[in-house]
């Protein structure tokens, strides 16, 4: 799990000439993702954001499988950004979107979600290996916005590695929290229950854990008002 503390681009692996970039975690991953994505969004149609895109790579797939729903990825990083559009132009799909530059310390997020060019209420968030990466004022962000863009049945999807009751799932994830807190003291991996609490402030609440490869989850959050 440790490269996703490293930036992508900056970890020796190829970059296409058109800026494109590889996250090995995107071909292990991708397929049980999107199979729990799925699950909601399936014969649906509406607008769904993705925060911290990071290569583009998953966002593709969603677009290509569920053509029926509209694609919004976003970063803040610009080679990510650069990225993310040049897998936009390689795929071609009519469903996927220019990047949005989302900060998502920002509960605003980005103009675009307020001028009109963006994304209308959203059917759903999806958030991959970012919030353990991040400062906590990040998930703060990122809660808070997705409680004020989600359509009243939108959903957020986090995917990640968590901690239950404070404890870590796996001795694996336990080695990673540590060496995360070691770069960083503001990184780690994220208790469920601090997750839960945060949502709480934002209107949302936990409706499904989803268990996923190598010790990782999909915690799925809905409108606190709805089933």
Not at 27 to 45: C, D, E, S, W
Request: charged share 20%; net charge negative; with cysteine.
């Amino acid at each position: 799990m440790a490269e996703y503390v490293v930036e992508f681009g900056k970890d020796g692996r190829p970059v296409e000439p058109d800026g494109r970039l590889d996250a090995p975690a995107f071909h292990r991953n991708h397929q049980a993702i999107r199979a729990v994505l799925q699950q909601f969004l399936a014969g649906k149609t509406g607008d769904v954001v993705e925060v911290g895109s990071g290569t583009g790579q998953h966002v593709v797939d969603f677009a290509r499988h569920l053509p029926e729903i509209t694609w919004w990825p976003s970063d803040l990083n610009p080679q990510h950004l650069k990225s993310i559009e040049a897998w936009r132009a390689h795929a071609q799909l009519p469903n996927l979107r220019i990047p949005l530059r989302i900060d998502l310390s920002d509960p605003s997020w980005c103009p675009e979600m307020h001028d009109g060019s963006g994304p209308g209420a959203l059917l759903a968030v999806f958030c991959a290996n970012v919030i353990h990466i991040a400062p906590w004022r990040v998930t703060e962000g990122l809660l808070a916005g997705a409680g004020r863009y989600l359509r009243p049945d939108g959903r957020l999807f986090l995917y990640g590695p968590f901690k239950r009751g404070g404890e870590h799932t796996a001795v694996s994830n336990a080695a990673f929290d540590s060496s995360l807190r070691e770069g960083n003291p503001e990184w780690g991996v994220r208790d469920i229950e601090a997750l839960e609490e945060l949502a709480a402030s934002a209107g949302l609440r936990l409706v499904d854990i989803a268990e996923m490869p190598a010790n990782n989850l999909i915690l799925v959050f809905g409108r606190s008002n709805t089933a």
